[in-house]
């Protein structure tokens, strides 16, 4: 018998052919998919929609097409945050798909801030034009022990609105990306909001309790079953 393996999976597999191209139908739904894609990264965020109070800023990047063409702008943040010392700043930033942050971190932020009751946190900053690594500059602007970034990540063609979390053990200008933990793939096709909240739990409490982040948090930490899931293609 027969297996449809596009019944297990959204990834682009099984395509129909005709002769030595594929179908009409599977064009069709490539350039459908392409252009979900790229809309998602020309999409602008809406902090208004997000439905959680935030604080509000911007990177160095003045707009989208900056944001693009110059990566570096959006690394820094425009302006200051005043000082908050406090267990974790959580901080959402569009990345390249504002439209994942529009449909995800509002149930993800809703799972989360119920399993860190003990933590004292910053407000949630929200920040528009922005990359992973301006966490760790608001991080340390407001004297956060760990910055959790949650931000739009690259579209796929099946998947335009995969959100990520980045997590960095005391945040400051210059951190590379060996030195955060990266729950990606969050969405109900992929990592489920659940999952991916005692995931990044988690981990923020073995960060905070060994006071550190990165590829070695990954290979040392305690055995979790949540570790050895794997979200969908």
């Given at each position: 018998?027969?297996?449809?393996?596009?019944?297990?999976?959204?990834?682009?597999?099984?395509?129909?052919?005709?002769?030595?191209?594929?179908?009409?139908?599977?064009?069709?739904?490539?350039?459908?998919?392409?252009a979900r894609?790229?809309?998602?990264?020309?999409?602008?965020?809406?902090?208004s929609?997000?439905?959680?109070?935030?604080?509000?800023?911007?990177?160095?990047?003045k707009d989208?097409?900056?944001?693009?063409?110059r990566?570096d702008?959006?690394?820094?943040?425009?302006?200051?945050?005043?000082?908050?010392?406090?267990?974790?700043?959580i901080?959402?930033?569009?990345?390249?798909?504002?439209?994942?942050?529009?449909?995800?971190?509002?149930?993800?932020?809703?799972?989360?801030?119920?399993?860190?009751?003990?933590?004292k946190?910053?407000?949630?900053?929200?920040?528009?034009?922005a990359?992973?690594?301006?966490?760790?500059?608001i991080?340390?602007?407001?004297?956060?022990?760990?910055?959790?970034?949650?931000?739009?990540?690259?579209?796929?063609?099946?998947?335009?609105?995969s959100l990520?979390?980045?997590?960095?053990?005391?945040?400051?200008?210059?951190?590379?990306?060996?030195?955060?933990?990266?729950?990606s793939?969050?969405?109900?096709?992929?990592?489920?909001?659940?999952?991916?909240a005692?995931?990044i739990?988690?981990?923020?409490?073995?960060?905070?309790?060994?006071?550190?982040?990165?590829?070695t948090?990954?290979?040392?930490?305690?055995?979790h079953?949540?570790?050895?899931?794997?979200?969908?293609?």
């Open positions: 018998m027969a297996i449809d393996l596009r019944s297990f999976t959204a990834a682009r597999v099984g395509l129909e052919r005709r002769g030595s191209s594929l179908s009409t139908k599977e064009l069709l739904r490539f350039d459908l998919d392409h894609a790229r809309d998602a990264v020309h999409l602008e965020l809406d902090p929609s997000l439905g959680f109070d935030h604080i509000l800023v911007q990177s160095e990047a989208r097409r900056s944001y693009l063409l990566p702008l959006g690394r820094r943040l425009q302006g200051k945050l005043q000082q908050n010392p406090c267990d974790a700043a901080i959402v930033a569009d990345g390249l798909s504002a439209l994942a942050v529009h449909r995800h971190t509002k149930e993800l932020i809703n799972r989360l801030l119920p399993l860190l009751e003990d933590w946190l910053a407000p949630i900053i929200v920040a528009t034009q990359r992973v690594a301006i966490g760790d500059e991080g340390e602007q407001l004297g956060a022990k760990l910055a959790l970034v949650l931000i739009g990540e690259r579209p796929g063609l099946t998947s335009p609105d990520g979390a980045y997590l960095t053990y005391n945040p400051r200008q210059g951190r590379n990306d060996a030195e955060r933990n990266c729950v793939n969050i969405r109900p096709e992929g990592l489920s909001y659940d999952a991916a005692q995931l739990h988690f981990l923020m409490t073995e960060s905070r309790a060994r006071k550190i982040s990165g590829v948090l990954k290979s040392d930490a305690t055995p079953p949540l570790l050895d899931a794997r979200p969908n293609p």
